[in-house]
């Protein structure tokens, strides 16, 4: 069965602060495919990126970047420089291809907190 | 692009009572999902619509449950005899992808808020 686990429930940080959220994953399939969620407290839910199983390289997007280890089945999501307009909650997520099936499953968050 | 719209915002309902959700997914976008998300916990996956079939439907969602997607466009979440464990956070999702698995980027609305007290 697939899990997410996102074991920071809350981290609290310094505006400029770098800021590293972890996320474990477990699942049976070999290609399956990684997701980073942000929910601000408007409430939707924002796609920040997306990887597959077989392309483990390291992504950066202007502050954030994401470290794929399949090694250890992490995902961990860094933001560099951290604004407090990056005080959300941030979900990882996980969909296997094998089953077919359309269900993503979220880890239970983590909520940032940047202070000024 | 209007992004996803979710309609009420927040329900207050009594146990006992039928209540009724809408989502109006972008447009062309002819995947629709249907998540469920309580305080402090990540998003839980309940059905999914390709077009107007329901093609997946979650343990979550027990009989007293239904989604509809009459033509494909906007869907509808229905929910009878609530009860206090209906409390959460209905979320709506849609894609355009075509294809099979779950890899496709999705586009969340912002959710109703039901309390059933």
């Known amino acids: 069965a697939q899990k997410v686990t996102q074991a920071q429930t809350e981290i609290s940080v310094v505006e400029k602060e770098d800021v590293t959220l972890d996320c474990v994953y477990e699942?049976?399939?070999?290609?399956?495919?990684l997701f980073w969620y942000k929910q601000p407290p408007s409430g939707e839910l924002v796609f920040l990126i997306r990887?597959?199983?077989?392309?483990?390289q390291n992504e950066i997007s202007g502050r954030y970047s994401w470290n794929f280890q399949k090694s250890t089945s992490s995902f961990n999501f860094t933001i560099t420089a951290s604004q407090v307009v990056d005080s959300a909650v941030y979900f990882c997520?996980?969909?296997?291809?094998?089953?077919?099936?359309?269900?993503?499953?979220f880890g239970s968050g983590t909520r940032l907190q940047v202070q000024p | 692009d209007t992004g996803v719209s979710q309609d009420p915002r927040h329900k207050i309902t009594k146990r006992g009572q039928n209540v009724t959700f809408r989502c109006d997914p972008i447009?062309?976008?002819?995947?629709l999902y249907w998540y469920r998300q309580t305080l402090g916990q990540g998003p839980e996956f309940l059905t999914y619509?390709?077009?107007?079939?329901?093609?997946?439907k979650s343990r979550l969602l027990s009989d007293r449950f239904s989604a509809e997607r009459p033509k494909g466009s906007f869907s509808t979440l229905e929910i009878q005899r609530t009860e206090q464990g209906d409390s959460a956070m209905y979320l709506c999702?849609?894609?355009?992808?075509?294809?099979?698995?779950?890899?496709?980027?999705?586009?969340f609305g912002s959710g109703t808020q039901l309390s059933v007290l």
């Open positions: 999702a849609s894609s355009p992808r075509q294809g099979a698995g779950g890899n496709e980027k999705l586009f």
């Open positions: 699942t049976r399939d070999t290609t399956y495919y």
């Open positions: 990887r597959n199983s077989f392309d483990e």
């Open positions: 997520a996980l969909s296997e291809e094998y089953t077919g099936r359309r269900a993503l499953t």
């Open positions: 447009s062309e976008h002819n995947r």
């Open positions: 619509f390709q077009n107007e079939a329901q093609l997946e």
